[in-house]
């Protein structure tokens, strides 16, 4: 079992930068997935990000994402973190944090995870 907690949500303007924090409890968090999804009022569920168990784990975005988000975790403080720049109005949404059982050496996935968070609002204006 893994508990999630997010922190760090808040609103922005755009162009500006915020960063998530998700903290684990559990003993399974060295050997998960953590992941990073969002769902904006009336959208499905989004996929933003995922690291493998390892910080040092490549990590999986979507072209949406790509280059202005990072994913990262320190395992020592059983956290994973998510640094947003350069955020845009349509980045707001309710962000999730995730976990799944994943100890392969791939890029993590995008989908299957079976631990959720109770999720932290962004909101980016322009």
């Known amino acids: 079992q893994v508990q999630l907690v997010e922190s760090g949500g808040g609103s922005v303007q755009a162009g500006g930068s915020l960063r998530l924090s998700c903290a684990a409890s559990?003993?399974?968090?060295?050997?998960?997935?953590m992941g990073w999804f969002r769902q904006a009022p009336g959208k499905e569920r989004e996929f933003v990000a995922a690291?493998?168990?390892?910080?040092?784990?490549?990590?999986n975005y979507p072209d949406s994402v790509k280059g202005r988000f990072t994913i990262s975790r320190d395992n020592a403080k059983n956290t994973v973190y998510l640094q947003m720049n350069s955020l845009k109005p349509e980045d707001t949404a309710v962000y999730y944090c995730?976990?799944?059982?994943?100890?392969?050496?791939?890029?993590?996935?995008?989908?299957?995870?079976?631990?959720w968070g109770q999720g932290t609002q962004v909101t980016v204006s322009s």
């Open positions: 995730a976990a799944r059982r994943w100890l392969a050496p791939y890029v993590p996935p995008s989908s299957g995870y079976d631990y």
């Open positions: 559990g003993r399974t968090f060295s050997t998960s997935a």
């Open positions: 690291i493998g168990w390892s910080a040092s784990s490549t990590a």
